[in-house]
Every structure is written in C-alpha cells, then in structure tokens.
C-alpha cells in the first residue's frame, strides 16, 4: 500500500495526536532507565512521539512549498566545530585525563535537560496578532503538542527517560561509570545557553511576548542546529573501541537521539518559515513582515554562537584542560600536544540573515 504524499496528509492535529507514539515491539532501555522511543519488529529504532508529529511536519512543509515560500535554513558552514575535537578528546581519554571529557559530555546532559522550558514560553495570541490565517500550519500547534513534545523529548515525561538520561547512559556505558564532578553545573551557569539572559526588547512595536515567541523559536533552532555537531563528536568518540568501553552500545544511544533531534529541527524550522511568510501586528495597529522580525532574531543569535558564546565556551574548557592535566606526569607536553590538534576555524562574516539594506 503506497503512503500518502505530503501534499494529501491532514493539516491539523490535536494535542493526543501529536504526542502520539508507535507501537514499538521493544522498549529502549538506557542506564537501567526506560527511555522513550523503541524498536520496531526490525530491531530499527523510532523516535518517539512521531507516529502523527512526523507526517504533520511534512505536510505544514508541503504546504509552504506549493505557496511558494522557502523553508528557513542555516547555512552549515556557520557551524562552530566542536572543542575539544574528537582527536582531542581521544587524547585525554588515552593519557587518563577523563575528566575534561566527562565534564563535556556531563554539560550536554545538563543543556538536554534544560529544554524542558520550551513548555514555558509564552503562547500568545498568533491568530490575533498575524494578519494572514495561521489555520493548518506548525503555528497553530504550538501550544497545540509541538512545544510539549518537545520538551518531553528532552528531559523524559514522569517515569520515562528523554536526551538527558541518554546522554548520561552513553557516557556511563563508554567510560564505565566515571566520576561526575560535582560543580559542572555551577560552572556552566555563567556560560552559553545554561546562562539566565535579561530579555531585551528589539522590536518594541511589537507585543512582547509575540517577540520574545519568535526570538525564542530562532536560538533553540541555532542550538539544535549547532547542537548536530556535538552528535556527530559524541557518536564518533563514543563508538571508538580505543577509549570507550561499550563502543556499540554508547554510540547507538548517541544516534537515537540525533534522529529525535531532527524533528524538532523541522518543527522550528517550519513555524519559523510560516511567520517569516506573514505579516505581523504591531501595538499600534499598524504591520512588519514576519520575515523583518525572524531574520533579526536569527542573525543576533548566530553572531552570539559563533563569536562571544563560541570564544567564552572553549576559554572555560580550555581552563578545565589545563587544571585536569596538571596530574599527568608531563602537563606541558599534553597541552602541547593537545593545542596541537586544535581545529583551525573562522566564523564566516555573514549569517545569511542580515537585514535587508
């Protein structure tokens, strides 16, 4: 039986369908933990909450495309590389100099479990406060499921597991249990996305919280963008028998959660491509395109991830390097040698998103 095309796939959903699992012929369990997602008579693993979710997406961008209007894209060459890279981090692991590596893979967990706010962000009145219909589009369901599966996908649902607890599984699993040090939390809250920012109000003629919606929409997508960079590191390190003691295992978990990332990835992209399509109210009656608001608050947000956030971020590891490897019986060569293999980048100087002149 062929599947529908995207074009004939319904265009609305309610909450229970968009949260919505498949019916999975095994579990996925990570660290003794139930996770979500599952295997399928074929052993192939399904990301969770995909059975409506997944379809969805594809007809929202299915439509887009017969409007005419592109999909929001990030150009890859933005991507910052990861730091310490997987050489380098192989170094460590190979001299016993784990625990820069734990801190980092320890972070991510955090940062997983930080997405959970998505929840939280304001819904306000888009139908109201967009000039074009929003029925049938990722818009309309934000509030409608998006945004609360979402945030399952990342910190778990009750008793069951999200990225957070896969991610600690995955580096359990590779490094046998490490030692957790007990400030990584502590030193990532004065640092990139963990970070408290005050909000500021860059379209004051705009609602607030319609800005801070959109501005919200375009730094998680940049991150979960950014953030396929730390998979990749993460599944080539973690599946290396040379420093991971569960190189199949490790790396698989690793995968998964790369595969539940790309939904949210189209998601986000598809709202934001819908608003930068439409015209939105200001405060005083009068409009601005969508596409003035979203491409501001894409360029301010990977200009900050691949400049001030990029360069604070490796000053922090770098430090950690420095104060791990003063145990090694030769710190000097180590830093030496690790600085070495460093990945030479430079962040390209336009974003893609600059205001128009």
Not at 56 to 71: K, M, S
Request: negative net charge.
């Amino acid at each position: 039986m062929a599947l529908p095309s995207a074009a004939d796939l319904p265009l609305d959903y309610d909450a229970r369908e968009l949260l919505a699992d498949d019916d999975y012929a095994e579990p996925l369990i990570a660290g003794g933990v139930r996770c979500h997602g599952g295997f399928d008579a074929d052993g192939r693993y399904r990301s969770p909450r995909t059975r409506h979710r997944a379809p969805a997406i594809r007809a929202w961008q299915a439509r887009l495309e017969t409007e005419g209007h592109p999909l929001v894209a990030i150009d890859p060459a933005l991507l910052v590389p990861q730091y310490p890279n997987v050489d380098q981090a192989r170094l460590l692991l190979r001299e016993g100099v784990r625990e820069p590596v734990v801190r980092r893979l320890t972070a991510i967990s955090i940062v997983e479990g930080f997405g959970a706010i998505i929840r939280d962000v304001g819904h306000p009145g888009l139908a109201e406060r967009v000039v074009e219909p929003i029925d049938g589009t990722a818009l309309a369901h934000l509030a409608g499921g998006l945004f609360e599966a979402h945030a399952r996908d990342e910190a778990g649902y009750r008793e069951e597991g999200g990225h957070k607890q896969m991610w600690e599984a995955a580096r359990d699993l590779a490094l046998e249990n490490p030692k957790i040090p007990g400030d990584v939390l502590l030193r990532m809250m004065g640092q990139g996305p963990a970070r408290r920012r005050e909000r500021v109000a860059h379209f004051p003629e705009l609602d607030g919280d319609l800005e801070a919606l959109v501005a919200t929409m375009a730094n998680v997508l940049a991150l979960e963008v950014f953030a396929m960079g730390a998979f990749d590191w993460g599944e080539t390190l973690l599946s290396d028998p040379e420093v991971s003691a569960e190189p199949l295992r490790a790396g698989a978990l690793v995968g998964y959660i790369r595969r539940d990332e790309r939904t949210h990835i189209e998601y986000l992209r598809t709202a934001l491509s819908e608003l930068s399509a439409r015209t939105l109210r200001r405060v005083d009656g009068a409009e601005i395109p969508g596409r003035h608001v979203v491409d501001a608050c894409l360029d301010r947000n990977l200009r900050a991830l691949t400049g001030a956030q990029r360069d604070e971020q490796r000053r922090t590891i770098r430090e950690a390097v420095a104060e791990a490897a003063a145990a090694h019986p030769h710190p000097k060569d180590l830093l030496e040698r690790f600085d070495a293999l460093e990945t030479s980048w430079t962040p390209p100087e336009r974003t893609g998103f600059e205001p128009e002149t």
